[in-house]
């Protein structure tokens, strides 16, 4: 489905949000609701999102939204769904979940694994800025191999973050045959909206993970949030990829794989390793980037 | 209860929306997602269960969402125990829902009824969660009588609110706040709990009204007009005592029962009322707040402050260990026993092995 950005709304529906500067959450979720529309409704749970855009008397949102617990995005969106139904608001309305990494691929994966079983009609969308960003800075399932958080600091004897591969979010739900699971990148607005564009049209339960760097979290400068996320995807530390009728589909892949070292130097999570240490993580990116090529049955 | 839920459905008898959650606290998170789109919310629970959706309770009523929930009350592990006490509700007791104790089946159908009616008063919306003893209620057989749809609906007619997500009026519900104003919410929900005072008896009296039977309110006094000594039950063991209070009547004893049907809010104008009425009082408590005593009887003391009576904390039936006729009695026997002005300071455990 393709996005005309000529045809897009004016109209913004989030906006004044005490974000951080280059936030790329924020830049997630403005840009979805210009593709759902006004007839949305959002639950989010206790995260930077909600932290940013919904604390009493001020809402940075202008459609309707609730917050509710850590661990509970997910059903709050099934029931909002159901009684969205049972009331007859209509087929054009669309409930989306939006919840951060940390509140979906560890505390919130019980309840949207729940969801994705039921197939709710929600769109669920994952915003990952690889930490618990709003509670600062601490590690998730999510978050990069070797990065510094405030959970895993760094010393003589720790590099940062021991595990080395976040938890495929992707694949978890696609194994929930749910209809529609999505990665993507807020440096990627068109591949991003047109997979919201896609999501709108379907009806159950739609995932789509989304890649938003974190200038507070990382320590890059806050104007390379797209540019990191542009990086990430050139050096496959992150993909573009979809998966649908029980089909994967690698939306980009780079004609060959970059350095990663540049994208590593700029962030002061990776400041503390040093060329074996970036010559190691390349390492594991190559064999990654192997399995991957077998989900999307890629030629060499 | 669920299961019966889930019959009526089947049998066509009903058409609600029926979702299967992967656990309590997502039940719980999914009532809340359909009470704040402005549809009723019901669902039910029990023990660890509660203590797993415990989190969800408190955005509900903080959030203040009608939902009524039915929870079958049982112990708290460990030690692992499937059977009747009061632990799971007491360890509840502050989380921000009315808080009904049902006496049998009948009444328990009844208080979900009732329930809905108070939880959506405007003056209240708060969820009701309607407390009925595990296994002695849940698992035994008990004739009820189920009312006519006619007249549940015009008892209850159709429900909407303000409080709800709006097309027209899109709105943030649940919102963040900081020191400036969670003072002020949490006293709103407070004045909530003070106007439920009257709301649940007066739901309670127009039920009597429409479908005959009528349970007290917030509190129900049996035999109690010229009692010398009483206890206080909440539950299914209130039957019990309403026994053995008969036989004992029989034989002369001026004993009395108070039911205590609502805990939350609690009927503290009705203990104080009653003061200096009788000569002794014992409550019955299925759950210890440990360090202190009986829940229950913590807050009838807190109650009955000034009060010049014997007063005594009974704790018994944990687990789902019986209540007998017998330990009944043994208590009034205690409570003709207690001096004006005596009250336990450490729980008296009754039915103890060693």
């Known amino acids: 489905m393709a996005i005309n950005f000529r045809t897009l709304p004016d109209q913004e529906l989030l906006y004044g949000a005490r974000t951080c500067q280059g936030c790329g959450a924020v830049m997630a979720g403005r840009m979805a609701l210009k593709v759902l529309g006004e007839k949305t409704f959002v639950a989010t749970p206790a995260c930077c999102f909600a932290a940013t855009t919904s604390v009493f008397p001020q809402s940075a949102l202008f459609v309707n939204n609730a917050v509710t617990a850590f661990a509970a995005s997910a059903a709050t969106g099934s029931g909002m769904s159901v009684a969205a139904k049972k009331l007859g608001f209509g087929d054009d309305v669309q409930i989306m979940v939006i919840s951060g990494d940390g509140g979906t691929v560890d505390i919130g994966l ?62 978890i739900m696609a194994a929930h045959r749910v209809p529609y699971v999505a990665t993507t990148s807020v ?89 074996a240490d970036i010559a190691e993580m390349q390492e594991i990116r190559d064999q990654e980037w192997e399995r991957l090529k077998k989900v999307f049955r890629l030629e060499d | 209860m669920v299961e019966k839920v889930a019959d009526f459905l089947a049998e066509g008898e009903a058409d609600y929306e029926y979702m299967m959650v992967e656990s309590e606290h997502s039940a719980m998170a999914a009532a809340l997602g359909v009470s704040m789109m402005g549809a009723r919310a019901f669902t039910a629970t029990s023990s660890q269960g509660l203590m797993y959706m415990a989190e969800m309770l408190n955005y509900t009523s903080g959030g203040r969402h009608p939902v009524v929930m039915v929870n079958a009350n049982r112990a708290l592990a460990i030690p692992w125990n499937i059977y009747g006490d009061h632990s799971d509700a007491m360890a509840m007791r502050d989380c921000g829902w009315i808080m009904l104790f049902a006496e049998s089946g009948q009444e328990a159908l009844d208080m979900v009824i009732q329930a809905y009616k108070i939880a959506e008063d405007k003056d209240v919306m708060l969820p009701v969660m309607v407390n009925v003893d595990g296994f002695t209620l849940t698992h035994t057989y008990d004739v009820v009588d189920i009312p006519e749809q006619e007249l549940v609906d015009a008892y209850l007619p159709s429900f909407d609110t303000a409080n709800k997500m709006c097309l027209e009026h899109p709105k943030t519900l649940c919102h963040s706040v900081g020191p400036d104003y969670y003072t002020e919410a949490k006293i709103a929900q407070q004045e909530a709990f003070e106007v439920a005072k009257a709301k649940i008896v007066a739901c309670d009296e127009e039920f009597e009204a429409m479908f005959g039977r009528g349970y007290g309110g917030l509190i129900e006094e049996y035999c109690c007009d010229d009692a010398e000594y009483a206890l206080v039950a909440m539950g299914g063991t209130v039957g019990t005592v309403r026994d053995v209070v008969d036989e004992l009547r029989a034989a002369g004893e001026k004993v009395g029962l108070i039911k205590i049907r609502g805990f939350r809010p609690f009927p503290e104008e009705y203990f104080q009322s009653v003061k200096s009425k009788f000569k002794a009082m014992g409550v ?56 004006a002005g005596e009250y336990s300071d450490q729980p008296i455990f009754v039915g103890r092995r060693w």
């Open chain 2, 284 to 339: 019955i408590d299925r759950s210890l707040c440990f360090g202190v005593g009986g829940t229950v009887f913590g807050e009838v003391k807190s109650a009955l402050y000034g009060s010049e009576m014997g007063l005594k904390g009974f704790v018994l039936g944990l687990g789902g260990r019986d209540i007998s006729v017998d330990m009944i009695k043994e208590m009034f026997a205690e409570l003709k026993e207690c001096p």
């Open chain 1, 187 to 275: 440096s990627h607005p068109r591949d991003f909206m047109e997979k919201m564009e896609k999501a709108k049209a379907m009806k159950g339960c739609k995932v789509i993970h989304v890649f938003a760097p974190c200038p507070t979290g990382w320590g890059h400068e806050v104007d390379l949030t797209v540019e990191m996320g542009k990086q990430a995807v050139e050096t496959g530390l992150w993909y573009l990829a979809e998966y649908e009728n029980d089909t994967f589909k690698l939306n980009y892949r780079p004609k060959e794989l970059k350095d990663i070292a540049p994208y590593l130097k700029v962030q002061k999570r990776f400041a503390h390793l040093n060329d």
């Open chain 1, 110 to 171: 019980q309840a949207l694994s729940g969801a994705a079983e039921r197939n709710d009609n929600i769109i669920y969308l994952c915003y990952d800025n690889e930490a618990y960003m709003n509670t600062g800075v601490q590690r998730s399932g999510s978050t990069a191999y070797n990065a510094w958080t405030t959970t895993t600091p760094v010393g003589p004897a720790s590099k940062g973050e021991k595990t080395k591969f976040k938890k495929s979010l992707f694949e």
